[in-house]
Structures are given as structure tokens and as C-alpha cells.
């Protein structure tokens, strides 16, 4: 069986592409919007990806790059805004996070019994009479 290795030279990257592959993630654009803007085709760059791992460290970098830049402006406006001190907590931080979902558990079934509904259904509806918002004008 013959021995499976890894090509012992790569072909060269396009530099002037992977720049600006990128530049376009470190403005903050996904690596599908990110390949479209720069017109490489996603599986060609996923390829690369995965091949050259200096290009995974790089994308990588410009993602983080982007997300600082993006935690650094809201942190500098949450100082005037607590809401947004809030969110950003929320996020970041788990035990801030208001929507973590707790597990209710229920003893008894909270269907209604059919009974119930037969006598809600037989009794008569009663409705209020009301009186018009607007009086009539007084007739001379």
C-alpha cells in the first residue's frame, strides 16, 4: 500500500486576493461575503483554509481584529449608556445573560378536563350593556 504524505510544496497563494480576503474580514464581513467580495469561490478558499494554516491564523487574526475594534467602540459608548453596558455584559458573560432557560417541572398535567369544557360551553354568555361614549346633542 502506498504512503500517503503531504505535498512537499504548495502552490503559491495570490497575495494581492488573500489581502484583501483579509481586509474585507477585518471589516467585518463573514468569510462567504468575505470570498464573494474579493470573487474567490468559498470552496476554493475553504481549501485553502485547510491547507495552509498560516491563512487560517491570518483570517482568524482579522476576525479578532474586527471583533476588538467592534467591543472597544461599544464599550466606549456604554459609559454613557447603561443599556448598552448591559447588553454588552450579556453577551460576553453567561451569568449576565437574563435569557438562560431554567427547567420547570411540572407535578401535574395542565390539560383541562373535558367536563370542564362541556359545562364552559353550555353556559350562557353574558354580556354588559353599554352606554354610548358620545351623548346625542339636546333637540330644541
Do not use: C
Not at 10 to 15: D, F, N, Q
Amino acid at each position: 500500500m502506498p504512503k500517503i504524505t503531504q505535498p512537499t510544496k504548495l502552490p503559491p497563494l495570490p497575495a494581492e486576493k488573500i489581502e484583501a480576503l483579509t481586509d474585507a474580514i477585518r471589516d467585518g464581513l463573514s468569510l462567504v461575503s468575505a470570498s464573494k467580495f474579493v470573487e474567490l469561490p468559498l470552496p476554493q478558499v475553504e481549501k485553502w483554509v485547510r491547507i495552509y494554516p498560516a491563512l487560517k491564523i491570518a483570517l482568524d487574526k482579522a476576525s479578532a481584529d474586527h471583533e476588538h475594534r467592534m467591543l472597544s467602540l461599544a464599550s466606549t459608548h456604554a459609559a454613557r449608556d447603561g443599556k448598552l453596558a448591559i447588553a454588552i455584559l450579556e453577551r460576553r458573560h453567561a451569568q449576565w445573560n437574563k435569557t438562560e432557560r431554567q427547567e420547570i417541572k411540572q407535578t401535574q398535567t395542565g390539560t383541562v378536563s373535558p367536563e370542564l369544557l362541556r359545562a364552559l360551553a353550555s353556559a350562557p354568555e353574558k354580556t354588559k350593556e353599554t352606554t354610548p361614549t358620545h351623548p346625542t346633542p339636546n333637540r330644541l
